[in-house]
């Protein structure tokens, strides 16, 4: 299982990004899907999962409304789009994968196999 994250970078606040993690090594359609974020000095936080295999979705209170993930299986890509940015969004963000079925739980306990992650900066 490989995860390789892009798209991060500086943005102002009320900006928008996509993140984008190419996956390879296995179908996602048999894996939950999340992206995770960690600010200096906190722990990390999930942020929204996806199963690619039914669609089905999970936020975490603070990005609900704002950020939207999404999942390409053809070309084996999970996106995180982050629309309406705030300077506490600002984090290294993580893509994570995991074999066992999607629950609402994987936004506390995390994944299997993470990315190296992609730094965004939000300036107020």
């Known amino acids: 299982v490989q995860l390789v994250e892009s798209g991060g970078g500086l943005v102002q606040a009320g900006g928008s990004l996509r993140l984008s993690c190419a996956a390879s090594g296995f179908t996602l359609d048999d894996y939950a899907l999340g992206w995770f974020r960690q600010a200096p000095g906190n722990a990390r936080e999930g942020v929204a999962l996806?199963?690619?295999?039914?669609?089905?979705?999970y936020y975490s209170d603070s990005v609900k409304g704002r950020f939207t993930i999404s999942a390409d299986n053809a070309r084996s890509t999970v996106y995180l789009q982050m629309n309406s940015l705030k300077s506490e969004d600002t984090a290294v963000y993580y893509c994570?994968?995991?074999?066992?079925?999607?629950?609402?739980?994987?936004?506390?306990?995390?994944?299997?196999?993470w990315g190296k992650g992609t730094l965004v900066t939000v300036s107020s």
């Open positions: 996806i199963s690619s295999a039914d669609g089905q979705t």
């Open positions: 994570g994968a995991d074999p066992h079925h999607l629950t609402k739980e994987h936004l506390e306990y995390g994944m299997d196999y």
